[in-house]
């Protein structure tokens, strides 16, 4: 078969041949792709016309795999040639995303296989090399990905699969992560088995003083409702022992006591490592767990076990210490990522090693991957290791130390225009620190009441000056922002309807707000303690297409709704009170209005809002406002109140 492309030219009246020949076209007519390789160096051999047409090249025969497809190195698919040649058992890997260059131009297109490798043997039974044959469901994975996003949308799979195990699990890990300045951090977490629903694994990051943050993952033995009860009081007591100033030996001390105590807490692993980030510094313990992983300057190692016995055993190990520059990733672990039957422990952990420095590289599927490498070692190191399944709840929590993001400050115009320039610029800094959405909006919306004002009140009767905005992260993850003018603003009138709601809904979205105002100017600060969701979308990695915050209002009339569109800033609000006054004939006819694809939404477009609903009321007509869960215009209605629809009314609801 050496040589074989799948095509071969008939020999003739030869029966030997012309079955031959049968054979072969059979072969490269074959569904799917097949491809054939020799030796430990995968050699091809063999290749039927689907596997042809992966490949932009057409001396594919002779090549090695790694020659033909060079673009999947870290992609963890060789090895699965190298474990069946090496076992002799064949392997399976169901629906395998993978990035390929097929056509040769250096751009890589996503496909999705479902492909079987198994040895192949010569006629004197000694193992040649191995086959591989599969299916490109590409299509087919789309298609089903498509309905369940839709079932998604409906709630309709949501409601069948939640039940009170599960909503459980939820409650009792951590759902966001602190951000902090010296460090991005990410988590993830698998149960064992839709079964279960829920299991013992558990993580934490815990923000001490000075910039240094512990960090836990353990392990409790069993799966199930028992085994999360357990694994949420054993994380409770560390926790509160670690906030308390504890360092790793002496939490851990507590927390082996307190395992004595709780039924099936004994058995349980767990690796507490206390990282000081700004001077890159780490001490850590592992009670019967593996040892944390460092991805630094293209290499993993392992940090060497501390010793000491599971928790209850009442052997406490000893203290381990470790250096991390900026840019190395420490990654933490449960061992249901490394377990796999049929593979040597050793031969795991040096996958996840190998694995896990393609992906912080950016190897391992760059397309749409995450800027942040802790996102991406949460994403595709536990996507590519548990392709072939897995049978023990997975964890993983990792930590890049990276060097202190700088404040943000901006010295603008005290003028309209300056508002969306500053939520822009104030949405790229935050999205970059990996701050969720509900911060990016929570942030912006305080921002530009603060600057509204200063625009309106600061420079009143007299030429307009600057404002000056001043964000910084301190080391506990709090956010401080900061507004100065150097004008003097007037004190909001208790009178209702007038101004002076911007500084209730700023007090509404962080601590404050704090107003200093001297002879020189005014200053308004407050304070938020920032999160992000362990999943969040990792910061971007330019400056490129910030989120059009700015773009210029529209309202729109139509049959359905009057459709509102863009910023609806302190100068607009008239505006948008006159034609919204126009569309529902002064309160005389009802209006559905909607907000979905308003992009800020400031404390003069809710007065607007408020007033229309009184009105409409006093009237016995309804205004009913349509602004989905996520939208910029339902953070600011749920924040002030303000009844909203997730969707247009159908018709003649």
Known sequence: MDGTTGEAASPGNDPVGDDLAAALRAFDEAPGFWWVFAGPEHRIVAANAGARALSPRADLIGLTAREAHPEIEGQNLFGLLDDTLRSGTPSTAEEFRVQIDSDGDGTLEEHVLSWTVAPWHGRDGTRRGVMALGADVTAAVRARQRAEDDAAVTGARYRRTLDVVAELQRALLPPSLPVLPCVDLAARYLVAGEEQAAGGDWYDAVVLDSGRVALVVGDVVGHGLAAASTMSRLGAVLAERLHAGAPPAEALAALDGAARRIPGAAGTTVCVAVLDAPTGRLEYCTRGHPPPLVVAAGRGRYLPGTGGGTLGSGRPGAVGTAELDPGDVLVLFTDGLVERPGVARGD??????????????????????????????????????????????????????????????????????????????????????????????????GVSEALANSVVHAYRGRAPGRVRVVAELADDGCLRVGVADDGRWRSPSPLPGDSGRGLGMLAEVGSGPFVERSETGTTVSFARRVRHPRTAAAAPPGRAAPPVAGAALRVVAARDAVHVRGAVEEGCAERLRLELLHACRGGAVDLVLDLREVTHLASAGVRVLEDLLTLTGAGDR????????????????????????????????
């Open 622 to 653: 309804s205004l009913r406002l349509v602004a989905p869960t996520g939208s910029a215009a339902a953070f600011v209605l749920d924040l002030v109140e303000l009844p909203r629809l997730e969707a247009l009314p159908s018709d003649g609801s």
């Open 348 to 445: 795991s952990l040096a996958e996840l090693a190998r694995v896990a420095v393609d992906v912080v590289a950016g190897r391992a599927l760059p397309v749409g991957a995450p800027g942040s490498a802790a996102q991406r070692v949460c994403g595709q190191v536990v996507e590519l290791l548990t392709r072939r399944g897995y049978g023990d709840d997975v964890t993983v929590l990792a930590a890049q130390v990276r060097d202190r993001v700088p404040p943000l400050r901006l010295d603008l115009p005290a003028a309209p225009a300056s508002l969306p320039l500053a939520r822009d610029e104030l949405r790229w800094w935050l999205t970059h620190l990996g701050c969720s959405e509900e911060d990016v909006l929570a942030v912006g919306l």
